[in-house]
């Protein structure tokens, strides 16, 4: 078992910049697949962002490729998510994911890849 709590979230104007930070606790953080989701109002949840054991790997969502980060720090059991250049349409509140222990690393995922749920963190671009 992996518990998350997710951090940064907030009100940001469109253009703005976020980070936002995962901290886990309960297992050998390296040993997961981790990623970012979030969902908006009336909609589904999507996946926005992964990235493998060690780092060296990500996949971004069309929705992130080239405005958000993701990165991870494994000696302090953190993932981050940077996002630059906000739009309204980012508005949701996105969760910190921790993959089921064994899945392959074969984007694209989906959330029933995911076992462990951080509580989430709003975020709110204003116009």
């Known amino acids: 078992q992996v518990q998350l709590l997710e951090s940064g979230g907030g009100l940001v104007q469109a253009g703005g910049y976020l980070k936002l930070s995962c901290t886990a606790s309960?297992?050998?953080?390296?040993?997961?697949?981790m990623a970012w989701f979030r969902q908006a109002p009336g909609k589904e949840r999507e996946l926005v962002t992964a990235i493998n054991w060690s780092g060296r790997s990500a996949y971004y969502a069309d929705s992130a490729k080239g405005r958000f980060t993701i990165s991870r720090d494994n000696a302090r059991n953190e993932l981050y998510l940077e996002m630059n250049s906000l739009v309204p349409e980012d508005t949701a509140v996105y969760y910190c994911?921790?993959?089921?222990?064994?899945?392959?690393?074969?984007?694209?995922?989906?959330?029933?890849?995911?076992?462990?749920w951080g509580q989430g963190t709003q975020v709110t671009v204003s116009s």
């Open positions: 994911a921790a993959a089921t222990y064994g899945t392959n690393y074969y984007p694209p995922f989906a959330s029933s890849d995911f076992g462990s």
């Open positions: 309960g297992r050998t953080f390296s040993d997961y697949i």
